[in-house]
């Protein structure tokens, strides 16, 4: 037996048939399954030990607490964080993100500051920054994609200057696979006294990422792309800038002293989790790391750039495909069919159990770049094997064929 195999038999919900033929699940850039690792983790929580952290002293707060810290300690190994202080448990990567935005952005903007983006954000990293923008008097600015929709250092240069306050880019698109050089933007950003935001929501799950060495200022990523259970994320940030920076959410928890007309707040990473935190959540993300390096993120990410090849290499045999983004991706594959609607396409290969992504992907400005209205995707994980990418295929070929004979 493989060590795929071991892999695909982790995660009870591979095996099942959908509309009668065996599920080959396709969206894991929406989000990924749950082996059973993690959902046994999260049930154990709640059936051996539910309690509030932090507050009580008994022997299941006791325990409870111990599973939340430790959580957080799991993460800050995961991405290689200095400390356990640099790691606030969220909601996700859009709450992590506008947590940016809102704290630091409209303490720190004002009137000509720049903020620099690109075009391929996801609309978690554009939106909290039209906000902010709005708020402040600041301006966006845009970096142009290239025409295989990856970005130049060399424009990065250009539009780097003494205006721009903060950077914010996807380490991996979620729509073309592109895998930015962030090292390298972080470093320009720098230079000119820029911070650096980094959306990690497709890189964390399927690369080893050491924010040390990234030397960003903010990542956020999701626990439930990467095995993890869903409504809980991480926001790592350097200390220094988080310690400058107020809360954005008032309550319980994140409260040192409160008096009646003032309160003051707990040291970090508390202040930042006003109210009962996300145990559960953080207690599956603990155990999805654990996961993930057992297997190990290098075998990982070979195993997914093997995938996304061979799905290459078996798409550019049909006639009429659009693929989007460059050659060297992450695991995913964002295309076109000719004269076949991206729904249409999604609703004929569910019809023999594979599932993909069709819309617009929460990337309406990237649709517009590509001049598209839409478009289908399919991405791949550790749980993947060419046989899903066989079935997928012929899948198009056959929708292909079925709806070049209606049209």
Known sequence: MTMLDHVRRDFPILDQ???????????????????????????????????NVHRGVHTLGSHATDGYEGARKKVKKFINASSVKEVIFTRGTTTALNTVAYSYARANLSEGDEILLTKMEHHSNLIPWQQAAKATGATLTYLPLQEDGTIALSDVEAMVNENTKIVAMGHVSNVLGTINPIKEVTDIAHRNGAVMVVDGAQSVPHMKVDVQDLDVDFYAFSAHK????????????????????????????????????????????????????????????????????????????????????????????????TIYGPEERAGLVTFNLDDVHPHDLATALDSIGVAVRAGHHCAQPLMKELNVVATARASFYLYNTKNDVDVFVEGLKKAKEFFGDVF
Do not use: R
């Open 17 to 51: 048939d959908v509309n009668d033929h065996p599920l080959v699940y396709l969206d894991s850039a929406a989000t990924s399954q749950k082996p059973a690792q993690v959902i046994e983790a999260v049930e154990n929580y709640y059936k051996q030990y539910n309690s």
């Open 226 to 321: 990467m095995c993890g259970p869903t409504g809980v994320g991480v926001l790592y940030g350097k200390k220094e800038l988080l310690e400058n920076m107020e809360p954005v959410e008032f309550g319980g928890e994140m409260i040192d002293f409160v008096n009646l007309y003032d309160s003051t707040w707990k040291e970090l990473p508390w202040k930042f989790e006003g109210g009962t935190p996300i145990i559960a959540g953080a207690i599956g993300l603990g155990a999805a790391i654990d996961y993930l390096e057992s297997v190990g993120m290098t075998q990982i990410e070979k195993h997914e750039h093997e995938l996304v090849q061979y799905a290459l290499e078996q798409m550019n045999t049909i006639d009429g495909i």
